[in-house]
């Protein structure tokens, strides 16, 4: 089962450098939108997402590689197909096909977690902010305990102006799934320093510390 896994794969659907670069200025431009303006439509959002593409989104410590493209296995060979056929849509910069063949694969594979945030990040590629954010929380639906929508969600959430429900999202995992999750602590402990929330952060970075002693980050 494709979705019982975790939220990283080996030789699936890589996306390219170019594609990382404009997700990191779909990102800072999402961020900028929120942060000047309390009234957008999605024809907006759009507009605005097509138009920064300078930064890596790699640069950012917070929410580095939790947009991405998964394979859609045990579906059978049309969905696969959709499924890829879209990751090249993405990789291109054509949005709009890129949602419709992935809204074919989450069709054709109606439980996958993976297609359901595909989707989303194709969405959320486009502008289209509120359906990205249904798609992932869809996605969490269907397997609570895998970590990616989670992170992907609480990204989206804090970069459309609710950090507060960004961190909701966090500690709601770490409580219901697992209290030592790295990545999740980490974005946790990232989004309290954003939010100026020093005693808390702190608090993740002495459960990172605990959890992970080698690491040099925390």
Same mark, same amino acid.
């Given at each position: 089962?494709?979705?019982?896994?975790?939220?990283?794969?080996?030789?699936?659907?890589?996306?390219?450098?170019?594609?990382?670069?404009?997700?990191?200025?779909?990102?800072?431009?999402?961020? %900028?939108?929120?942060?000047?303006?309390?009234? +957008?439509?999605? =024809?907006?959002? $759009?507009?605005? !997402?097509? @138009?920064?593409?300078? /930064?890596?989104?790699?640069?950012?410590?917070?929410?580095? %590689?939790?947009?991405?493209?998964?394979?859609? +296995?045990?579906? =059978?060979?049309? $969905?696969?197909? !959709?499924? @890829?056929?879209?990751? /090249?849509?993405?990789?291109?910069?054509?949005?709009?096909?890129?949602?419709?063949?992935?809204?074919?694969?989450?069709?054709?594979?109606?439980?996958?977690?993976? !297609?359901?945030?595909?989707?989303?990040?194709?969405?959320?590629?486009?502008?289209?902010?509120?359906?990205?954010?249904?798609?992932?929380?869809?996605?969490?639906?269907?397997?609570?305990?895998?970590?990616?929508?989670?992170?992907?969600?609480?990204?989206?959430?804090?970069?459309?102006?609710?950090?507060?429900?960004?961190?909701?999202?966090?500690?709601?995992?770490?409580?219901?799934?697992?209290?030592?999750?790295?990545?999740?602590?980490?974005?946790?402990?990232?989004?309290?320093?954003?939010?100026?929330?020093?005693?808390?952060?702190?608090?993740?970075?002495?459960?990172?510390?605990?959890?992970?002693?080698?690491?040099?980050?925390?």
């Amino acid at each position: 089962d494709d979705d019982a896994t975790g939220w990283s794969f080996p030789g699936g659907l890589e996306l390219t450098a170019k594609f990382q670069r404009f997700i990191g200025g779909v990102l800072d431009a999402v961020d %900028h939108l929120a942060a000047v303006s309390t009234a +957008t439509c999605g =024809g907006c959002d $759009a507009e605005v !997402a097509r @138009q920064s593409k300078e /930064q890596s989104l790699a640069e950012d410590p917070v929410f580095s %590689h939790v947009f991405t493209i998964r394979p859609v +296995t045990g579906w =059978g060979l049309q $969905a696969a197909r !959709a499924t @890829q056929r879209g990751s /090249q849509y993405l990789n291109d910069g054509s949005f709009d096909e890129a949602i419709r063949e992935l809204q074919n694969a989450r069709q054709l594979a109606p439980q996958s977690q993976s !297609a359901a945030c595909n989707l989303g990040c194709a969405q959320y590629c486009a502008g289209s902010i509120p359906a990205a954010l249904a798609s992932y929380r869809e996605a969490i639906l269907m397997h609570p305990r895998a970590e990616g929508p989670v992170l992907a969600l609480s990204a989206l959430e804090a970069t459309t102006g609710s950090p507060s429900e960004a961190i909701k999202t966090l500690v709601r995992y770490l409580k219901d799934v697992d209290s030592s999750h790295i990545a999740v602590l980490r974005q946790l402990g990232q989004l309290q320093m954003r939010q100026q929330q020093w005693s808390k952060a702190a608090g993740c970075y002495h459960k990172l510390a605990a959890v992970d002693p080698t690491n040099s980050e925390w």
